[in-house]
């Protein structure tokens, strides 16, 4: 996420002018993003109750996980 919104930053400055919101969800790395943005932008970002996204539970602001190993375990009925 901050890499990737990183690299938008030319993108975000050449269309600042049609940009007059951002929202985010409560979780973090939903706000984080936002921070990222909005101060690209020079705005401030709105928090909406009801806009949410997947909460990765025990997977939440992990950086290298092995996925598959754990996908694997979802498939046999694993639950944390």
Known sequence: GKLQVANLHTHLIKHKQNISDVFSSHLLRAKMTAAIVTQILELEAKVIDGL?????????????????????????????
Not at 52 to 80: M, R
């Open 52 to 80: 949410h996204e997947c909460n990765f539970g025990e997977f939440e602001n992990q950086v290298s996980i092995d996925y598959a190993t754990h996908f694997a375990k979802w498939l046999d009925g694993y639950t944390p």
